[in-house]
């Protein structure tokens, strides 16, 4: 099976322009995760989708960041206007249930680089 | 909201060498999940364990859930196991992620 796909692997943009992040799950995941990782500190949750619907955000850092699952299949995270602070890799993970219950498979994630 | 520490920091050891990771964490959780980064290279899951132990291949995790404490264990240790190891745990209580430790980068030399 395949597993999570992201797009892009990298992005460098300049401090206000726009950034979307995709994340395909794994066929059959209701659950679609975001985390991110900026440099020098641990993953951090952003937001947990079941189908379509968002689940928990209370990882988002704030409302320049956009979380968007149409039709529960892939989810794409939007970040307008980016800002410097925003640099760092952002994972995406499905699985099958919730989180304690089943594995989580994770894509490789985006490097974004805010300039 | 749980604090979850990991060590060492960093560890580099010999070709053959055992090797333990620790993991403890403040609050009680309901699933612990090792996961493996090589260098560029996206996150594996190892293993999700809420209680004893469990092997995979070279790979041991245990977890004792009393004293919050969880150790991964690498036996007969190869360079391909040269990773940052992550230890995350999911505490429920709706707080759907996982809170992620620093992780430990590992080096096994030849």
């Known amino acids: 099976e395949a597993g999570v796909t992201q797009f892009p692997s990298h992005s460098v943009i300049e401090k206000g322009q726009t950034v979307t992040l995709r994340c395909d799950p794994i066929?059959?995941?209701?659950?679609l995760y975001w985390y991110r990782r900026v440099m020098g500190k641990e993953i951090k949750f952003l937001l947990h989708f079941v189908k379509e619907s968002k689940q928990d955000e209370s990882g988002m850092p704030n409302n320049r960041f956009l979380a968007e699952r149409t039709g529960g299949t892939y989810s794409t995270l939007k970040v307008q206007p980016a800002e410097l602070e925003d640099s760092g890799v952002y994972f995406c993970?499905?699985?099958?249930?919730?989180?304690?219950?089943?594995?989580?498979?994770f894509g490789n994630g985006t490097r974004l680089t805010v300039t | 909201k749980n604090e979850v520490e990991q060590s060492p920091q960093n560890l580099t050891a010999q070709e053959g060498e055992f090797i333990t990771i620790n993991c403890s964490y403040s609050v009680g959780i309901s699933a612990l999940h090792w996961l493996q980064q090589h260098p560029g290279g996206g996150i594996v899951s190892l293993f999700m364990?809420?209680?004893g132990k469990k092997k995979h291949g070279r790979l041991i995790a245990t977890i004792n859930i009393q004293e919050k404490h969880s150790s991964l264990h690498i036996t007969a240790s190869h360079p391909r196991d040269s990773a940052v190891y992550i230890c995350?745990?999911?505490?429920?209580?709706?707080?759907?992620?996982?809170?992620f430790g620093k992780g430990t980068h590992l080096i096994i030399q030849p």
């Open positions: 993970a499905s699985s099958q249930a919730v989180t304690g219950e089943s594995p989580l498979h």
């Open positions: 995350a745990v999911y505490s429920g209580g709706g707080a759907d992620g996982l809170t």
């Open positions: 066929s059959g995941h209701d659950n």
């Open positions: 364990l809420s209680s």
